[in-house]
């Protein structure tokens, strides 16, 4: 096997030197570009060489290279590009430290060959040559250089992705047995606070309280933590024996959401109090939803209202109906752009992640406890780098230490 | 025999004479095009309408679009996927296509409470394919890079101004600091209150250029569909919209007179 | 049978899931095989997903109206309007423009989808004025906050607040632009960063759950 | 007494307010202010450079994913840039994934193809409807015609010339998404960070300020934001369309809500104080 590629290598040096030769012939005598190696292109899928071969610190201004490969064993040359002797060196390679050694010293040549000879088999032989030009006119060729691409197994250049999974999958099962087996500790939430009293005016009050589930499905995390959050404030309101009216858009969350009733008010001591039209359905059409809810809201003039859950155009609509009939209004979402209509129109609004924290810190539900801490370790790690790689790189910076600047910045580029 | 082919080829020749003629129904003429403004304003107006407050001309049109979309919806699915990428292939001879057709069918399983549980098979596989693509994706665009983005102009120092170099603090503090007001792990006493204080003014002002931008996004919309029934109350539309506006107002003058909505219209009026 | 109904779905969202976890990090070409035919797969599979939304919105209104509920004569539009985008595609082939024009489908798409699809959500701007009016309040230093970057954007996103602005604070030599580039360069660039890397991990660790089996909601109940 | 009065003036009918909105948005329509917009952001002028370095004949996909609902502020965008990409000679490859969008698509290049004489398959293609994105996002880093094998009239594009030697991302020079919906975010997290594409994009000015981090790391090359961008697209490709035009009609609105949060919350100190 390795004599035929031998024999192989040897025969193709003959007939490419010849050309060489051929090519030399015409343009006059040229030199030989010292150096030029042809390796397979690492971590892709086995459709591309790399080119390398040492930088000419003396090379004159005006000085290029041009990049030809062919398929066959002689001739056949196609051009692949042209650049200036200043361009791709191997820094401009985007691959981070740890899979890449190409320095400022070396060009770095990736040749896609699939865009030049379509789809070739696997182990399909190249043969690759690189001229130097000097205005225009060739002054030196290099040696042909044979390669046969292969397809790699793994992204090395992904490494620091794979180690922040595998990173990120430790905790998660770490948190969700620690959950499981002792709970964890999730710090009280301002909002909570809020809920209590709330539910304290709506009973002195005699008035109604209205929860808002949204219109998210069961399976967003702000719909499944609003469920959770409804039966805090159910049992709540069982205690003190106020009224509660939860109207909904899916089918599905109002199901899950009059198990969670019944059992609050089982647990408060008062399954007498429970009914059955608590949770009732309205529409599952946002603007019929919002609009039949904004009815309910002003003509029953509830004393609180509460929207938690997944919300979009409606929050406007309803949180200003709410907070014209003077009811308190606490609202809670991860929807973004929303957040701003409910932070003006209500007394208390739980931002993002704190809604899922609020359901989380009630229930004491291992998945969402585990889910929590997962995230908030993911934010100390940012944390935690921005600040030491912000201090890190401004020394390297402005001390000139280049390899520290690019180890920090490898180390958190998306590859 | 020979009468029944006869027939039949007379019933296929006046079926498809017919569809011809009904083809023919549906040229869009000049004509048309003057009709459509009319359509078009009428149902503007129609949901419009709700504004002043709930009536039935806006509950057509409301009904309409739930139709209307999920006829737009089915009409692409069938011409763009169904036909090129399922009937075609499988008219060719390339059966493949038939296992994901099948799973794609077994979605609607759902609604056959009794053998539902074959639906999970269409779920499981996208849900599989779509959660394996999004964990490393979003690892990549979210975390590594948001972290290396923040760090990234420390990097070139020397050649910032004073300014730039404030900027860059400024979000890489109020990113940590937004990040703290969302860590529930510690209590946030203390020093560490302060910290997350100063995170949520950050989230104040997104807060604020989100709703900034929202009010801007909200009116572009609606100048949109007023520019258009502006259009359409031309002449050469013969002032459609003029017509149909004059229309609601009679509607509701002769409602409030009538005395039907008097009654409903006070509640809301106490309520808002 | 608990087999079929539950653990060959949740081995098929384990092994696609990891599949196409792995293929990430695996760059060969038998990884890009399996990868491009899911991918043709998955289109297929998904482009059956809208009839769940279909075959409900046909459903509940035709209950609606065999019931002759509350309001059923309103169901009938919502057929009326199905067909009248079917109909039409029909009779020119999914075509909506030819050479000499629109087509019929062309026709109801302009005429009808346009204007139904662009009013809905128009009408929000009338609410929005409303809710500046009725429930924008600056109570907290917060809100104020908010206020201010509220008031920057809308004044400075139009012309006439631009000539304001040059008005009352030109002498501070800065445009409004620069005060909107500012903010929404800088400190929105935090605020939003810091909202959105919890919420991210939040969206990763729920597809390690589906992966894993442990979420599995979607499925539905036994 | 004044406080009474106050009280009602405060919790006035708020269909007056509606009308009063009505009234300030149309009246420009019918009679323009003539305040043109003269301020470009620095995030569009980022996206216009992106098109405008390239050199003619380059391929430059868009993703045109919004419906009639966002018609208003996205497609004087969109219709802009494809302005600029045929006025540059690019070739242009168009895909979406709202079904919504086809037929404003059709309109789009009917008209924009015509004023640049150019031709359907020669200059640009308009690939069909797919329904997952996700999947087709990844398919187009690999072979692009294992999805798009015919154009949206059934043509096969595989010898179009407009295709000539695109396969994948790699041959594609930049892509633009115009979009309402989170799609924009696939496609920088599902191709521009994981197989390094320039993506830049066109939001509604809702989700602009969203997209801040992403335009400071340079994932996104640059990002056109509602109305407002559309003028400023159409000033830096001195084409004034819809977009000028609206921002035109929007002054009036804009001080109008600033007016109602100041009188409003004006009105409930006094009543507190009085």
Redesign the interface.
């Known amino acids: 096997m390795t004599k035929n590629k031998l024999f192989l290598f040897a025969v193709l040096v003959i007939f490419t030197s010849g050309s060489v030769c051929a090519a030399a012939k015409k343009a006059g005598p040229a030199a030989v570009l010292p150096g030029f190696t042809a390796e397979d292109m690492p971590?892709?899928?086995?459709e591309a060489v790399l080119l390398r071969w040492p930088v000419n610190p003396a090379a004159a201004a005006g000085t290029a290279y041009e990049i030809y490969v062919s398929s066959l064993e002689a001739g056949g040359w196609v051009k692949v590009t042209e650049f200036d002797a200043a361009a791709k060196t191997g820094a401009d390679i985007?691959l981070p430290f740890w899979a890449w050694n190409g320095t400022k010293d070396e060009h770095a040549v990736k040749v896609?060959l699939n865009?030049l000879f379509g789809n070739f088999p696997?182990g399909a032989v190249f043969t690759c040559k690189a001229a130097v030009l000097e205005k225009g006119a060739l002054k030196a060729e290099s040696l042909p250089a044979t390669i046969a691409p292969q397809?790699?197994?793994?992204?090395l250049d992904?490494l620091?992705?794979?180690i922040?999974?595998l990173g990120?999958?430790t905790v998660?099962f770490w948190a969700?047995s620690h959950a499981k087996r002792k709970g964890l500790?999730?710090?009280r939430?301002a909002g909570l606070d809020a809920i209590d009293e709330a539910i304290g005016r709506a009973t002195e009050m005699g008035k109604p309280i209205f929860y808002v589930p949204g219109i998210g499905s069961?399976?967003s995390?702000s719909t499944?933590a609003s469920a959770f959050i409804l039966g805090e404030v159910s049992k709540k309101v069982a205690q003190y024996d106020s009224h509660i009216k939860v109207p909904h858009y899916d089918p599905v969350v109002m199901t899950v959401c009059k198990e969670v009733v019944k059992q609050s008010y089982l647990e408060a001591g008062r399954p007498d109090s429970y009914r059955d039209d608590i949770n009732h359905f309205v529409s599952?059409?946002q603007?019929?939803y919002a609009?039949s809810v904004d009815g309910m809201i002003?003509?029953e003039?509830p004393a609180a209202c509460f929207y938690m859950g997944h919300f979009m155009?409606e929050s406007?609509?309803l949180?200003?109906?709410g907070?014209?009939?003077g009811a308190i209004q606490i609202a809670g979402t991860?929807v973004?752009?929303q957040?701003?209509?409910f932070?003006?129109?209500c007394d208390y609004t739980l931002?993002?992640?704190?809604l899922?924290?609020a359901g989380a810190?009630l229930s004491k539900e291992p998945?969402l406890l585990s889910?929590?801490?997962?995230?908030?370790l993911?934010?100390?790690v940012?944390?935690v780098?921005?600040?030491f790689?912000?201090i890190l790189?401004?020394l390297?910076?402005?001390f000139g230490w280049d390899g520290l600047?690019r180890v920090?910045?490898d180390?958190?580029?998306?590859? | 025999m020979e009468f029944f082919t006869h027939s039949w080829a007379m019933l296929a020749g006046q079926l498809a004479h017919g569809w011809v003629w009904f083809c023919g129904l549906f040229v869009v003429t000049e004509s048309w095009m003057i009709a459509g403004g009319w359509v078009a304003t009428g149902l503007t107006i129609f949901l419009f309408s709700f504004l002043y407050k709930d009536n039935p001309f806006f509950k057509v049109a409301e009904h309409l679009y739930l139709g209307a979309g999920m006829g737009w919806l089915f009409q692409v699915s069938v011409t763009n996927v169904w036909i090129p990428k399922i009937w075609e292939p499988v008219s060719k001879g390339e059966l493949l296509v038939i296992i994901p057709s099948v799973l794609g069918l077994s979605l609607l399983t759902q609604f056959v409470p009794k053998i539902s549980w074959i639906s999970r098979y269409g779920f499981t596989f996208m849900m599989g394919y779509g959660a394996g693509l999004a964990i490393p994706a979003g690892l990549s665009t979210d975390f590594i890079s948001q972290i290396g983005g923040t760090i990234k102009p420390f990097s070139m120092l020397a050649t910032m101004s004073p300014w730039a170099i404030f900027n860059s603090l400024v979000v890489a503090c109020g990113a940590i600091c937004v990040l703290f007001y969302f860590f529930f792990s510690v209590e946030h006493k203390g020093h560490l209150k302060k910290v997350s204080n100063v995170g949520i003014y950050f989230l104040m002002i997104y807060f604020g250029a989100a709703f900034g931008n929202t009010v801007m996004a909200r009116f572009s919309l609606l100048y949109g569909r007023f520019d258009d029934v502006y259009t359409y109350s031309g002449a050469k539309y013969f002032y459609a919209s003029q017509i149909i506006l004059l229309g609601m107002v009679v509607y509701f003058l002769v409602r409030w007179f009538t005395g039907k909505d008097k009654k409903e219209l006070d509640a809301e009026e106490t309520a808002g | 049978m608990k087999l079929i109904k539950k653990q060959i779905p949740l081995a098929i969202v384990f092994i696609t899931g990891v599949l196409t976890l792995v293929s990430y990090y695996v760059p060969h070409k038998m990884s890009v095989n399996y990868i491009e035919t899911i991918n043709k797969w998955e289109n297929i599979v998904v482009a059956f997903a809208f009839l769940l939304g279909l075959v409900s919105l046909f459903f509940s209104h035709y209950n609606k109206i065999s019931r002759k509920v509350d309001g059923w004569g309103y169901s009938i539009f919502v057929f009326i309007g199905f067909l009248a985008m079917v109909v039409p595609a029909l009779v020119s082939q999914g075509k909506q423009m030819t050479d000499t024009g629109f087509t019929a489908l062309g026709w109801s798409y302009k005429f009808i989808y346009t204007s139904l699809s662009g009013t809905m959500f128009a009408v929000l701007a009338f609410y929005i004025v409303s809710t500046a009016y009725r429930s924008f309040r600056i109570r907290s230093l917060q809100a104020f906050v908010l206020f201010i970057a509220a008031f920057i954007l809308i004044l400075g996103k139009v012309p006439l607040g631009q000539i304001i602005w040059d008005w009352v604070l030109g002498w501070t030599g800065r445009g409004v632009n620069d005060v909107i580039e500012w903010i929404m360069q800088v400190p929105a660039v935090a605020g939003k960063r810091g909202i959105m890397i919890g919420i991210s991990i939040g969206a990763i660790v729920t597809s390690l759950k589906i992966i894993f089996g442990i979420e599995k909601q979607y499925m539905g109940k036994d | 007494m004044l406080k009474e009065q106050l009280q009602k003036f405060f919790k006035i009918d708020r269909r007056w307010i509606f009308l009063l909105l009505a009234v300030t948005l149309f009246v420009p329509i019918m009679k323009p202010l003539g305040l043109p917009n003269k301020t470009i952001s620095p995030a569009t002028k980022r996206v216009y450079e992106n098109l405008e370095k390239l050199p003619a004949g380059s391929f430059v996909l868009f993703s045109l994913d919004y419906d009639p609902s966002t018609r208003p502020e996205l497609h004087p965008m969109a219709t802009a840039l494809v302005r600029h990409a045929f006025s540059r000679n690019l070739k242009v490859g168009v895909v979406t994934y709202i079904a919504g969008s086809t037929g404003l698509i059709e309109e789009l290049f009917a008209k924009v193809s015509r004023e640049y004489n150019k031709v359907d398959g020669q200059d640009y293609v308009i690939f069909p409807y797919q329904p997952n994105i996700l999947a087709v996002l990844t398919q187009m880093s690999s072979d692009l015609y294992g999805i798009y094998s015919k154009d949206r009239n059934g043509t096969p594009v595989r010898d179009m010339p407009v295709l000539k030697g695109i396969k994948s991302y790699k041959d594609m020079s930049v892509i633009v998404c115009v979009t309402g919906t989170a799609i924009l975010d696939y496609w920088v997290a599902y191709v521009g960070d994981k197989y390094r594409v320039p993506v830049a994009g066109g939001v509604t000015a809702i989700s602009q300020p969203g997209y801040g981090p992403y335009l400071q790391t340079n994932q996104l090359k640059g990002l056109i934001g509602g109305m407002k961008g559309a003028a400023e697209y159409e000033s830096l490709i001195k084409q004034p369309g819809k977009g000028t035009s609206g921002i035109d009609a929007l002054n009036l609105a804009h001080l109008l809500v600033l007016a109602l949060i100041f009188t409003s919350n004006i009105l409930l100190i006094l009543i507190r104080y009085l």
């Open positions: 971590y892709d899928a086995g985007g896609e865009n696997p397809g790699n197994w793994f992204r992904r620091n992705n794979l922040a999974l990120l999958i998660f969700v500790f999730i710090r939430i069961m399976s995390i499944i599952a059409d603007f019929s609009a002003s003509r003039k155009a406007l609509l949180a200003e109906v907070a014209t009939s991860d973004e752009h957040l701003p209509f932070f003006t129109a931002i993002g992640e704190e899922y924290a810190y998945m889910a929590l801490k997962v995230q908030d993911g934010k100390l940012v944390m780098s921005v600040f790689g912000m790189v401004s390297g910076a402005k600047v920090v910045m180390l958190f580029k998306g590859y």
